[in-house]
């Protein structure tokens, strides 16, 4: 099979492999498509706390499951899917509070097992979520990122009637917005670029005196973050869902505006397994919009030109596929 492999920080080759065979409790799944995200880009450029090389990268996949390990259930042959990248021991602390995603032993699709790039990729039979017959394979690639926006919505204890401000109109800043919307919160996105501010219907800057009663940077700049801080509301919380780099991680934070105006800080990575299937059903539904973020549709063999649309922000969501 055709694969995308990272062998070394700062590039990677479309390599030709043996394709993988699943392992007792796994399938393997022929791919539909897979995701293409800034994520990807950081692992490929600069890598990643969780990345282990060598890696086919790619955590956001649809397909088909066309073979099975030793002890698996029979009934997921043929099956369409969505593949939940994460694989959670079900034991540890964070696991038995219902953070599956910060489990002690997480293993994730793209990052510490290979992903979505390729022609083919096993993964545990428990990480599997079946698609529904009037679902697509290319709707159903948005679970991942959606589900990562629950997540953060989640930990946000966003209710209905709240007012929701979102940096950047990138596809998680987007979707973060219209899941908002579909929780009844009054979304706003900021964001300078006129080409995406247009699709999510944002704002260049809030309107002077706005308090958010949840902020979200959607973009890893200190800029983004330094003005959702100063614009919470009393009892606002700020939610740190996109990482900043290395050298700039480091904030400053007035804790006695923090104190008095009862303020919160929370982070938020990644996602659990109950997220994918609410996000699944969320797309489903129509109650969150995602067909018109496809801007891109490119072969595995272009990689590269993928890359450099997500590197320039000329492009919403790329979909790979084989």
């Not at 809030?206 to 003005?227: K, Q």
């Amino acid at each position: 099979m055709k694969a995308a492999v990272i062998r070394q920080i700062g590039s990677f080759e479309i390599e030709n492999l043996p394709p993988p065979s699943p392992a007792p409790g796994e399938v393997r799944v022929k791919v539909a498509f897979a995701g293409l995200c800034r994520t990807d880009l950081k692992l490929i450029e600069v890598g990643h706390r969780d990345l282990v090389l060598p890696r086919i990268p790619a955590e956001e996949v649809s397909g088909t499951v066309d073979a099975l390990g030793d002890g698996t259930d029979l009934d997921w042959l043929g099956k369409r899917v969505y593949v939940y990248p994460g694989t959670s021991c079900g034991s540890c602390g964070p696991c038995r509070s219902g953070a599956g995603n910060l489990c002690e032993h997480m293993q994730i699709m793209g990052f510490h097992r290979d992903g979505g790039f390729a022609e083919y990729v096993t993964t545990p039979a428990a990480s599997l979520i079946e698609l529904a017959s009037d679902l697509d394979f290319e709707s159903a690639v948005f679970a991942e990122p959606l589900s990562c926006c629950l997540n953060a919505l989640e930990l946000a204890h966003l209710t209905a009637g709240e007012q929701l401000g979102v940096w950047g109109a990138g596809p998680a800043g987007t979707l973060l917005a219209r899941a908002g919307a579909a929780m009844g919160a009054t979304p706003i996105v900021i964001e300078p670029d006129p080409r995406r501010r247009l699709l999510a219907g944002g704002v260049q800057d809030l309107p002077p005196g706005m308090a958010l009663d949840v902020a979200i940077p959607a973009v890893g700049t200190p800029e983004a973050y330094h003005d959702a801080w100063l614009r919470l509301g009393p009892r606002g919380r700020l939610v740190i869902f996109s990482g900043l780099s290395r050298t700039s991680s480091c904030q400053s934070v007035d804790f006695n505006t923090l104190h008095y105006r009862e303020q919160t800080l929370v982070g938020a990575y990644g996602c659990s397994y109950r997220h994918g299937v609410a996000a699944l059903k969320l797309i489903r539904s129509g109650k969150v919009k995602v067909a018109d973020l496809i801007s891109h549709r490119i072969p595995l063999s272009r990689l590269a030109e993928g890359l450099d649309l997500v590197r320039r922000r000329t492009g919403m969501k790329i979909l790979i596929y084989p």
